[in-house]
């Protein structure tokens, strides 16, 4: 197990190295010129010589990438070029944002579409099957930002039950940290549920028509543990789904944050971008690839786990 967990690290660190030099290098060709971007129009030459010499942009492409990346092998993801204040910092109060709706996220849609999967794969054919098809089919067909303007409609203005926008901390109040998080995460998760949902489903099916469950039930074992069995081998399925499904909503948070004007990295992505803020956004990259490759070690420990063979591979 720990050559099979160093192997999965050292994969790990190979992702994070590959995605760094491509991010670092596509970001400076597609921004030619940061300057003019963080300066306006309005600049003089002179004044975009200066930024350029200040932060460091006059120097070679390469010379800027070994600076920068010897500066990430020591903890340190350099300056903001919008307001020169340290990119980790800045991070290190946007991150807590989208980590708790993109979990909470995560964690609704892992429950809800665990449990819908399971009824569903159980009684195929049934109501609660059908039923469950056309509710996937039409979340799949509703946009995400319709999703979230209705959830505001009904249940932070009509009903007002949860706020409309903001964040609370959750060392200021952990009611208010989690109503504020509660609407942002439903919408992202909505979607994700379908995803669980299926896959679990055509997972318990198929293993529903292996011999060992014909062979449980000959031998007089209970529903519930044949079930229980049932689970442990379609779990790697929907596993997989729920890990890809958080890679996929710390992106789609970028739109959420956006509408329920959360502080998160997400909006800080939105606006980075369009101040062409080169080191946060490769700050934000980096940070982004270790959630991936943590969360893709922890699928395959799981995994490996649940089932043996996976190690050996």
């Known amino acids: 197990m720990l050559l099979f967990t160093l192997k999965r690290v050292g994969a790990g660190l190979v992702l994070l190295f590959v995605v760094s030099i491509a991010t670092f290098f596509l970001a400076h060709f597609a921004i030619s010129d940061p300057t003019a971007a963080l300066l306006g129009t309005s600049a003089t030459p002179a004044q975009q010589a200066a930024l350029a010499a200040k932060i460091g942009i006059d120097e070679p492409i390469v010379t800027q990438f070994r600076t920068w990346f010897t500066?990430?092998?020591?903890?340190?993801?350099?300056?903001?070029?919008?307001?020169?204040?340290?990119?980790?910092?800045?991070?290190?109060t946007k991150v807590p944002v989208t980590l708790?709706?993109?979990?909470?996220?995560?964690?609704?849609?892992?429950?809800?579409?665990?449990?819908?999967?399971?009824?569903?794969?159980?009684?195929?054919?049934?109501?609660?099957?059908?039923v469950t098809k056309a509710v996937s089919v039409v979340l799949f067909a509703l946009p995400g930002f319709w999703?979230?303007?209705?959830?505001?409609?009904?249940?932070?203005?009509?009903?007002?039950?949860?706020?409309?926008?903001?964040?609370?901390?959750?060392?200021?109040?952990?009611t208010g940290w989690l109503a504020s998080i509660t609407l942002p995460a439903v919408s992202l998760a909505l979607g994700g549920i379908v995803a669980v949902a299926e896959q679990l489903r055509n997972a318990v099916l198929s293993a529903s028509?292996?011999?060992?469950?014909?062979?449980?039930?000959?031998?007089?074992l209970g529903s519930r543990a044949v079930t229980t069995h049932l689970l442990r081998n379609s779990a790697p399925a929907a596993l997989t789904t729920i890990a890809?499904?958080?890679?996929?909503?710390?992106?789609?948070?970028?739109?959420?944050?956006?509408?329920?004007?959360?502080?998160?990295?997400?909006?800080?992505?939105?606006?980075?971008?369009?101040?062409?803020?080169?080191?946060?956004?490769?700050?934000?990259?980096?940070?982004?690839?270790?959630?991936?490759?943590?969360?893709?070690?922890l699928l395959d420990l799981v995994l490996g786990f649940l089932n043996p063979k996976v190690r050996v591979k």
């Open 147 to 174: 999703v979230s303007l209705v959830l505001i409609t009904w249940f932070a203005i009509d009903l007002k039950w949860f706020p409309a926008v903001g964040y609370v901390p959750l060392e200021q109040s952990a």
């Open 209 to 220: 028509r292996q011999d060992y469950v014909r062979t449980l039930r000959s031998r007089g």
């Open 244 to 297: 890809l499904m958080f890679v996929g909503l710390l992106s789609g948070s970028v739109v959420v944050e956006s509408i329920f004007n959360l502080p998160g990295i997400g909006q800080l992505t939105n606006q980075s971008s369009q101040n062409g803020d080169i080191p946060m956004l490769l700050g934000i990259t980096v940070v982004s690839v270790v959630f991936v490759v943590i969360v893709n070690l």
């Open 100 to 130: 708790s709706v993109v979990t909470f996220a995560t964690l609704i849609m892992a429950v809800v579409g665990t449990a819908f999967g399971l009824i569903a794969g159980l009684r195929p054919g049934g109501w609660f099957d059908r």
């Open 71 to 92: 500066g990430v092998l020591h903890g340190d993801l350099g300056m903001s070029w919008r307001n020169f204040q340290p990119v980790s910092e800045q991070l290190a």
